[in-house]
C-alpha cells in the first residue's frame, strides 16, 4: 500500500535568513471575481490582517481587475479592497508584462484560465492558478503543455491541502503506518461556470489526494440535490471516498484509515490562505512546483470522470477516459 506522506509533500515554509536575503518578488493578480483577490493581497502585502497572517519575499504590485460573467459584483466589490494595499490597478493583463516577476491567475471560473495562462507563460513568468485549474481535459493539458515548452512554472493547489490540521496529521505518518484509504468531506456548492464538483468540491477532492496520492483508476459518482459522494478506486486497490456536502453542517473533514489506526480529524481553514500563500512565494523563489503537474492534471481526471459519472446516472467510469471526453 502507498505511504500516507508520499514524497512530494512539502511543508509550509518558514522564513529563513537566505529568503530574507533574496529579491522581494513582484506579483501580478489577473482578475478579481473571487475573495481570494483580496485575502491573498492582505496576506502577502501585510495589509489588513494581523501580523502572524504575514507572507513574506514577495508583494502584490499591480493587478488587473478583469471581467466576470459568474460574478461581476465581486469584481467591483474586491477592486477598492485590492487598491487599498497599494496595488495598481491596469486594465489589461498584457499590461503587467515587464511590471511583475510572476503572475496569481485567480479568475472564479477555470474557463477563463488557459488564455490568460497562455500569455504569461510564453513571456516566461510563472504562474500560480487558483481553483479550479481548468473546467476542461483540453484546457488543463494544454496549460501544462505550454509550461514545459516554455520550461516556465505553472502549478495549482487549494488551501486545505496545507491547512495545519492536514499538516499535522501527515507527520503522524510514521507511527499510523500505511494509508489504507480515507474519506473526505467538505461544501461542494455547484455553480453553472465550474461544471459538478470542479466549483467547490475542488478542496474535499485535494484533501483526498493529499492523504493517498495519485493513481486513482476509475470512480463512481452518486448525487442527489443536496450531496455528491464519489468512490475511487486507486490502481493498488485502496479505496478513496468525497462527500460532498450541500446541505446542513458544511465543515471540512476526513476519516484516515491506516495499519494501526482509523483517525477522523477536523480541517480547519483558520491558517489556510497563509499557508498556502507561503507555498506560493516559495514557488516563486525556488522555482519547484510543491505540487507535481502530473497530480494536478490527475485531479483534473477525477473531477471530470466523477461529473461523467453522474451525468450518465452513476456509472463506473475510467479516469484514462477523460481526454476522449468532449471538449465543452
Known sequence: MGDLGHEHFVRPPTTTPEDRSR???RLGIVDFDTSHAIEFTRRINHHGVSSDQWVDGARVVAG???MSNMSPDRVAQYTPLVAECGVELVTSPKQLLGHVDAIL?????GAAHLNHARLFLEHQIPCFIDKPFATTWHDAATMMQL???????????????YSDDLTALRAR?????????????GPAWHASGNPGLLHYGIHATELLYALLGPGCQQVTMTSTE??????????????????????????????LFTERATVPQW??????YRNLCRQIVGSFQHRQAPVPPQETLEVIRFLLAAHESSRC???????????????S
Do not use: E, K
Open 313 to 327: 446516472g452513476g456509472v463506473p467510469v475510467d479516469l484514462a477516459s477523460v481526454p476522449q471526453f468532449p471538449s
Open 226 to 255: 443536496n450531496v455528491d459522494v464519489v468512490t475511487g478506486i486507486w490502481n493498488d486497490g485502496r479505496i478513496g471516498t468525497l462527500r460532498g456536502l450541500r446541505h446542513g453542517c458544511t465543515v471540512y473533514g476526513v476519516t
Open 23 to 25: 529579491p522581494m518578488i
Open 64 to 66: 488587473c481587475p478583469g
Open 173 to 185: 505518518t510514521p507511527q499510523l503506518g500505511d494509508c489504507l484509504g480515507c474519506v473526505s468531506f
Open 147 to 161: 509550461s514545459a515548452d516554455h520550461q516556465t512554472l505553472l502549478w495549482h493547489a487549494s488551501a486545505l491541502r
Open 105 to 109: 491567475i485567480l479568475s472564479l471560473c
Open 267 to 272: 480541517i480547519s481553514t483558520r491558517n489556510a
